[in-house]
Structures are given as structure tokens and as C-alpha cells.
């Protein structure tokens, strides 16, 4: 399994990003996707996520800024990022699991296959 995260950059306050992932090895529409970030000295936390029938989790920080989505032909999730803020900085990391369940959606720890990482950098 292989998951390859783009899409990152330096983006100014109010901007947007959009941050793709595609998979690869595994059989996309079974499998949950969730985007994380992570600031050095701080735990990885999760942003958004979507499980394999469509349902959906943000962080409270991200509600009505973020939107996450999948695209089956071509094994892609997306994370549309809109009134980025400075605070939005961080390394933005998905995820890939087959068995989480919906409450599960916000814990790193169930997921068992990680991208790369891309650097998302807002500046004010």
C-alpha cells in the first residue's frame, strides 16, 4: 500500500490550498482516509476524514474551511483548504485504514498505512 500526499505549499492568510492523496495497492472504496497534521513538539491531530460510505469528520478548527472528498476512479482523496490561517501550518500527513468505524475516524492510531507528508505553510 502507498499513499502519496501533495499538494502543499506557502500560501498567504485567507488563501487556499488543495491537498490531494492518492493511493495505490489497496482497493480504494474499501479503505477509510483521513488527513492529519502535525507541528514539531506537538501530537498528530486529526483534520479531516472520510470513511469508505462517504461520512465525513472535521476538527472544530477546520469546520467550514475544510472539505474533504474522495474520488474513486482515481483513488484520490482531496482536502480543499480555504481561509487558511497561520495557525494552519503544519505538516499534513493521510492515512489509510479498512476496519476503523466511524468513531474511530479522529484516532491516528487505527490507521495503518501513512503518507509521506506535505508542508502546508500559511503566512500572515
Known amino acids: 500500500v502507498q499513499l502519496q500526499a501533495s499538494g502543499g505549499g506557502l500560501v498567504q492568510a485567507g488563501g487556499s490550498l488543495r491537498l490531494s492523496c492518492v493511493a495505490s495497492?489497496?482497493?480504494?472504496?474499501?479503505?477509510?482516509i483521513g488527513w492529519f497534521r502535525q507541528v514539531p513538539g506537538k501530537a498528530r491531530e486529526a483534520v479531516a476524514c472520510?470513511?469508505?460510505?462517504?461520512?465525513?469528520y472535521y476538527d472544530d478548527s477546520v469546520k467550514g474551511r475544510f472539505t474533504i472528498s474522495r474520488d474513486s476512479a482515481k483513488n484520490t482523496v482531496y482536502l480543499q483548504m480555504n481561509s487558511l490561517k497561520p495557525e494552519d501550518t503544519a505538516i499534513y500527513y493521510c492515512?489509510?485504514?479498512?476496519?476503523?468505524?466511524?468513531?474511530?475516524?479522529?484516532?491516528?492510531?487505527?490507521?495503518?498505512?501513512w503518507g509521506q507528508g506535505t508542508l502546508v505553510t500559511v503566512s500572515s
Open positions: 492515512a489509510a485504514d479498512k476496519s476503523i468505524i466511524l468513531s474511530e475516524l479522529r484516532n491516528a492510531v487505527q490507521y495503518d498505512y
Open positions: 472520510i470513511d469508505k460510505a462517504g461520512s465525513t
Open positions: 495497492g489497496l482497493s480504494f472504496d474499501d479503505y477509510a
